[in-house]
């Protein structure tokens, strides 16, 4: 996870001092998002950091796993940012969506789609996008990009690769006792 | 030795494709001193090679070329333009396979006999029965090492099994066990015995499954008259002025095209790129494509009605641990129209790793009524149902009109919609491996949509009478004597066992039938 902590170099207390909160999870400056409690930044490149924050929870929104950090989502999310370097139209794909998912969030009565407290709002609104192009980018990228990391295979129990410790012929195959 | 053969050696016999078809029937032909060539799109990956991992494992193995879909089934809409899961690689889909290795029922040869006329389904009696079939069954059994068969113990039961047999029992099933497996239970054939890896869809690294891959190629290399060509893509069959086949062309690894002539050629691309080649092949003596007089070439495609369910309980499970699909519950695969449905289905212990599982357990979802059943993947079981789908003229393999390949040729599109007997069986299915589960202790059943194809079958179908299919018992051509089809795609009809043994035993057969034309001078 180094590539994702300090981006620039800066000490982590130098980051938080140069950026100021979005919500209580994130701070931002100019080019990076850091976890306010966690420690953890991420750099954007082409996204603002407002955007990728946003981004950050509509992954969260879409698959929540309590047991998950915000930093795997990051992580699942970073290709975006990405992608937007490279590609103008994935770049507006994505400051479009969130701006449209905040002024979603405004007529509900919130400041943002980050400002809104329960989950259940903001999927009351993500469920209106659904089919948009922007929602269908993160969801599909999602399902590889968050499940697909090594690192959060032990968090849902699954150990992964298993011949080098030859199989599990003595690691437990038919270990089950609660039946 | 006489391999490796010189292109414009018209003595040797062409087999397209190395899989469970090919590659058997290839090390066949050679072990009776008859010379192949035998032509695979894909490289040579051996147990060394193998991932435990699944997407890279994926990457390294699947036939990802270009494919589209239609029709009404779900694959076409979350995986458009993956219609199959299936190999390109030496060994063919043999690498992937689980290793269920199941013999086809007596009535399942005969069903428009025993099914009647079934509005929609273009069903049709085999022009083999199971008695001609089972000596060829038993050398499949005893080459492959089929466990429950030969005097071979079954596979132990992993905790996946140990669920499902808990729920068979309570709900009175009677025909519960670890399967007839073609993975060895003990050291046999110069193969070690399993060792519970659990990434058997990977490629079995320890080599105890059997795969065509390191057991019939190698084997019928070292006759000294095999020769097999990786990275051989064979885009077109050509035929002479009588009407015979004459030779293929083929694209090597730089796209470089070369013309193998050939006294016969065998086609054995599973069951998607087998009638894609014969249709490719169209020219002005057959201009609907090579064997096609009937007009059945890439008709009455057949998947298999397939469907998993997976459940969770309060404590773990660990169902990635140990062999993917050693368990089997048979009770269901009778044919018994009482129940709504005709043709029957089996209930197979099945396992996806993390990765797979969020790709696959209900494709387009999320939310908190996903990703609850994610948290719950420690303490999941898992099952997938198999059972007789009816073929019908409509979901067939077709040319696309515009899409084409790396090589400049048409695509296939894959067309499918379920029949409703198709869909009749499913509920029924869902609802009785929920059950299983339930009476296990289930906290929540989760049925689960099929997946992309990996059986895939009948779009060069047998038949006794040419008008009704593309070829005969033998799997020669109706229209060319020296033509054959060797893989899946020659089956009539899929039946509810998982269709590797019978390709498998068709292809022995199949040799056999061949060198005995050579002997008499017919080909
Ligand atoms: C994950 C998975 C699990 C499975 N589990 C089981 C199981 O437990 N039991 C069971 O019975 N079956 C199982 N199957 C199905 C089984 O693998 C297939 O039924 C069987 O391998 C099909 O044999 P085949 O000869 O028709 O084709 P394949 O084995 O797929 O071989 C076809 C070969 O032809 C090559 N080819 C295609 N087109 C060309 C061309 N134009 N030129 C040159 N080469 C070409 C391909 O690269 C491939 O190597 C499973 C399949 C998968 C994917
Ligand atoms: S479980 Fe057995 S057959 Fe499957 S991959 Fe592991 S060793 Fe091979």
Redesign the interface.
């Known amino acids: 996870m180094s590539e994702y902590l300090d981006p620039r170099g800066l000490s982590r207390r130098e980051l938080l001092k140069r950026g100021t909160a979005l919500g209580a999870t994130f701070i931002v400056g100019a080019g990076f998002l850091a976890h306010a409690n966690d420690a953890w930044a991420v750099e954007s490149k082409a996204l603002s950091p407002e955007t990728m924050a946003a981004i950050i929870q509509v992954a969260r929104d879409?698959?929540?796993?309590d047991?998950l950090a915000d930093k795997y989502y990051a992580i699942a999310v970073k290709g975006h940012d990405d992608k937007a370097a490279e590609d103008a139209a994935h770049k507006t794909l994505m400051e479009d969506g969130v701006a449209t998912l905040n002024s979603m969030a405004v007529a509900t009565g919130a400041s943002s789609y980050l400002a809104m407290g329960w989950e259940i709002d903001r999927?009351a609104l993500l469920k209106q996008i659904e089919d948009s192009p922007f929602f269908q980018a993160i969801?599909g990228g999602l399902?590889?990009s968050?499940?697909?990391q090594k690192e959060?295979?032990p968090i849902?129990?699954?150990?992964?690769?298993?011949?080098s410790k030859?199989?599990?012929?003595e690691?437990?195959?038919?270990?089950?006792t609660?039946? | 030795m006489s391999a490796p053969y010189k292109t414009d050696d018209n003595s040797v016999v062409v087999v397209i494709g190395t899989g469970a078809g090919g590659g058997t029937l290839a090390n066949e032909l050679a072990q009776k001193g008859i010379s192949v060539v035998a032509l695979e799109a894909g490289g040579r990956h051996l147990p060394d090679d193998y991932i435990?991992?699944e997407?890279p494992s994926f990457g390294q193995l699947a036939w990802l070329d270009a494919r589209t879909t239609s029709g009404d089934w779900r694959v076409s809409r979350d995986f458009s333009g993956l219609p199959a899961w299936i190999v390109k690689a030496v060994g063919g889909s043999t690498v992937h396979w689980a290793g269920a290795s199941l013999r086809f029922q007596e009535h399942e040869f005969r069903v428009r006999t025993e099914y009647g006329d079934l509005p929609g389904a273009n069903l049709l009696d085999w022009p083999i029965t199971l008695e001609e079939m089972e000596p060829w069954y038993d050398k499949a059994e005893y080459k492959m090492g089929t466990t429950r068969t030969n005097g071979i113990p079954g596979l132990?039961?992993?905790?996946n099994f140990?669920?499902m047999k808990?729920g068979a029992d309570k709900l009175g099933y009677k025909d519960c066990h670890t399967g007839r497996m073609s993975i060895n239970s003990q050291p046999r054939d110069g193969r070690g015995a399993?060792?519970?890896?659990?990434?058997c869809f990977q490629g079995c690294?320890?080599g105890a499954k059997w795969s065509t891959a390191y057991t019939e190629i190698p084997a019928g290399e070292a006759t000294g008259k095999l020769e097999v060509r990786e990275h051989a893509h064979v885009l077109t069959i050509e035929h002479d002025n009588n009407g015979k086949v004459s030779g293929v062309v083929y694209a090597d690894k730089d796209g470089n095209q070369h013309r193998q002539a050939a006294r016969a050629v065998c086609v054995a691309g599973n069951s998607i790129e087998s009638p894609r080649l014969l249709l490719n092949s169209a020219s002005s003596m057959f201009p609907d494509g090579l064997a096609n007089s009937s007009g059945q070439v890439g008709r009455n495609y057949m998947r298999h009605m397939t469907g998993s369910v997976y459940a969770i309980?309060?404590?773990?499970?660990?169902m990635?641990?140990?062999t993917t699909m050693a368990g089997i519950i048979t009770d269901e695969s009778r044919n018994d129209p009482s129940r709504g449905f005709v043709g029957g289905y089996e209930m197979e212990t099945l396992s996806l790793?993390?990765?797979f599982?969020?790709?696959f357990l209900n494709p387009?979802a999320?939310?908190?009524e996903?990703?609850s059943a994610?948290?719950g993947?420690?303490n999941m079981a898992g099952m997938w149902l198999v059972g007789e789908d009816m073929p019908q003229e409509s979901n067939a393999i077709t040319l696309h009109p515009d899409t084409k390949d790396q090589f400049g040729l048409p695509v296939p599109n894959v067309n499918f919609s379920d029949h409703p007997n198709d869909i009749a069986m499913r509920n029924h299915a869902y609802q009785q491996g929920q059950a299983v589960y339930d009476a296990?202790?289930a906290i929540r059943t989760m049925p689960t949509p099929p997946y992309p194809s990996t059986h895939n079958m009948g779009t060069n179908r047998m038949s006794a009478k040419a008008r009704d299919g593309v070829v005969n018992k033998h799997g020669q051509a109706h229209d060319i004597s020296n033509l054959f089809v060797s893989d899946g795609s020659q089956f009539t009809t899929g039946a509810s066992e998982n269709p590797t043994l019978t390709i498998v035993s068709l292809a022995i057969r199949q040799a056999d039938y061949i060198a005995s034309q050579m002997t008499a001078g017919k080909l």
Not at chain 2, 194 to 199: I, L, T, V, Y
Not at chain 2, 313 to 318: K, N, R
């Open positions: 879409t698959y929540p796993h047991k999927v969801r399902v590889v968050l499940y697909n959060v295979w849902f129990g699954y150990e992964g690769e298993s011949f030859g199989g599990y012929l690691r437990g195959f038919d270990d089950i609660w039946l | 435990n991992d997407w132990p039961g992993n905790n140990k669920v808990a399993c060792q519970q890896a659990g990434f690294k320890f309980f309060e404590q773990p499970v660990s990635w641990r140990g790793g993390l990765p599982m969020a790709a387009g999320w939310g908190r996903f990703s994610m948290d993947y420690e296990a202790g």
